[in-house]
């Protein structure tokens, strides 16, 4: 899953053991969310969304998958 | 009226510009240099770090104390009718390892269970594996090994499982 995780951090000038600290994980785990390494727990994902106010899809994006973007298109 | 003015010749000399490079002359600046220092990491005490890992070792340590001590005890008096009450002693040490080591795990991280999870996957199959094969093995004569060593071997796995995902993740 693709997100802007290291953006939205840039922008408040945090570093990843910040971040860390703020969403009581390790700073790892900050690491591996923001290389796609690892997609985070959904209660993780509202604790990022809610720590730079943003909606979880602001900040996460799944790519479509085939199956559905071709059932989509015969519709 | 006029105001005279003052002969430069006869104002005193300023010894700090007389003197620029002079080392028996203090030179201060008028205001104070500001630089803005990184501000130091908050500190965390070695018991807040390593305290899952202090835990253990101790916990470690009174397991190899308990054992050989019953060992020793057990060799002394092998016919004592409390020989059995003294060679489970080292479980009450290794039950207190078990529960630290749970509780060290509960406190973890969502990605570090799952690195945990996947380092027992290796580890439990690894030991699965090299147990049958070996087990194979003693049927055309390999040499009996004790049960014992089931659980160190385990622990190695589960060792090398866990230094192997936890590299996966950086």
Do not use: C
């Amino acid at each position: 899953m693709r997100n802007r995780l290291r953006v939205l951090r840039a922008e408040v000038d945090w570093s990843q053991a910040d971040l860390a600290e703020r969403l009581g994980v390790s700073r790892q785990t900050v690491n591996a969310i923001e290389t796609g390494k690892y997609d985070p727990s959904l209660p993780l994902a509202f604790t990022i969304a809610r720590t730079f106010n943003r909606r979880i899809e602001e900040i996460f994006d799944s790519p479509q998958p085939a199956g559905l973007a071709s059932t989509r298109a015969r519709l | 009226m006029s105001e005279q003015k003052p002969n430069p010749d006869d104002t005193p000399i300023e010894p700090l510009y007389t003197h620029p490079a002079s080392p028996f002359l203090r030179t201060e600046s008028t205001a104070p240099a500001r630089v803005d220092m990184p501000t130091p990491p908050a500190f965390q005490s070695t018991w807040v770090t390593y305290r899952a890992q202090i835990e253990f070792g101790l916990a470690m340590l009174a397991y190899l104390m308990v054992l050989v001590g019953s060992v020793t005890v057990l060799q002394a008096n092998p016919g004592a009718s409390w020989r059995y009450v003294v060679a489970v002693l080292p479980v009450a040490p290794a039950a207190l390892t078990l529960w630290i080591f749970i509780r060290a795990i509960s406190r973890m991280d969502e990605l570090h269970k799952r690195i945990q999870m996947q380092a027992f996957g290796f580890s439990l199959g690894g030991t699965a594996l090299l147990t049958f094969g070996y087990g194979f093995l003693e049927g055309v004569g390999m040499p009996h090994l004790s049960w014992t060593f089931i659980l160190p071997l385990m622990a190695i796995l589960w060792g090398v499982g866990a230094a192997i995902f936890t590299m996966r993740y950086r």
